[in-house]
């Protein structure tokens, strides 16, 4: 549960996308993410940049303080934090959350943890070969700046993190949902407007 106060930084919404997920080869174990961007390209500051790594680390810590049995992984985007993994009780999801947004510099949580048993090897490496797919139809696509979204998958579900334009969100919402064997595309979009991207596009002045 995202606090009221939190909701207005969020753009939370699933897209159903058809076709279930292909036969696919272990690639990786563990959090699945791709697309982070370099500083360069990231349409976050550098200085953002290193506080989102501070906040997976510290965020990381807590989670494994708590001492519950489920595998927790935590990706922040401009110190909004995902959550997703599985945890064995929905008291455990709960405890994750409150400690995870205690965690100093942290603005939003979403928490898109699972109560269930922990993923399989198999479904992790199909998670990691299905956020590289989604990663490179969002290369693909001309009409997007692949570097402006994160892409972190698990199960199945393919979650969208960035700042990015309504239009860019949408756009890279269906790129994703294309993709064979993504079954639901989360968006946790911070969103921003044309005019904003036209100012972080635009190069400095040269002295």
């Known amino acids: ?41 990231d349409r976050r500051t550098a200085g953002i940049q290193l506080e989102d790594q501070s906040i997976e680390l510290r965020a990381r810590s807590v989670a494994r303080g708590l001492n519950t049995l489920g595998r927790i992984e935590v990706d922040s985007y401009n110190r ?33 943890l699972a109560v269930a048993g922990a993923a399989s090897f198999g479904v992790r490496s199909s998670d990691s070969l ?43 919402a269906e790129v994703a949902a294309a993709v064979p064997g993504v079954q639901r595309v989360v968006k946790v979009f911070e969103t921003i407007s044309e005019e904003e991207l036209a100012r972080i596009a635009r190069p400095a002045p040269t002295q």
């Open 1 to 41: 549960m995202i606090e009221p106060r939190h909701r207005a930084a969020v753009a939370l919404s699933a897209v159903l996308a058809a076709a279930p997920l292909a036969g696919c080869a272990p690639l990786l174990v563990g959090g699945t993410v791709v697309g982070t961007g370099l500083v360069v390209t």
């Open 80 to 112: 909004l934090v995902l959550l997703t993994g599985e945890v064995p009780t929905e008291g455990d999801k709960a405890a994750v959350e409150k400690a995870v947004a205690s965690v100093e510099n942290v603005r939003t949580v979403v928490n898109e």
């Open 130 to 172: 299905l956020a590289a797919r989604v990663k490179t139809g969002l290369i693909d696509a001309k009409d997007l700046q692949s570097n402006a979204f994160r892409v972190v998958s698990a199960r199945g579900v393919v979650y969208l993190m960035g700042r990015v334009t309504e239009r860019e969100g949408r756009r890279g």
